[in-house]
């Protein structure tokens, strides 16, 4: 998995991932139409149409699935609890729980994220 399709794309086993996984599902990406980095969505076999429907999707909502069985946009309609941990993915957001985990009992993580979040 990663969130980068150019790490997907240059990667020694592009090969292997375009063959071995045929479900892939899309993050949205405001940068999809730019020609560098469209090149490598096109690598997983990304149409233009694709490419504008991941270009113009929502952040942290609407996903684009694709695979044998069909294509389609998504949105996970999370409440704010939810997104706070699921949408905990900046390098800040890492930080934090780097710290978290260090100095705050494992059974207390769950309450420190929600407070960081303001939903103590």
Known sequence: ATQEPADAANAGISATIISACPTRIFLPDAEALVPEVAQHYQTFGLSQTELSIIAN????????????????????????VALSFCGFSTPKH???????????????????????????
């Open 57 to 80: 999707a929502q952040a942290k909502q609407d996903y684009y699935y694709r695979s044998s069985q069909g294509r389609r946009l998504f949105s996970l309609d999370v409440g704010p």
């Open 94 to 120: 890492q930080q934090y729980l780097d710290q978290v985990t260090q100095k705050v009992p494992a059974r207390h993580h769950a309450a420190a994220i929600l407070k960081y979040n303001r939903l103590d």
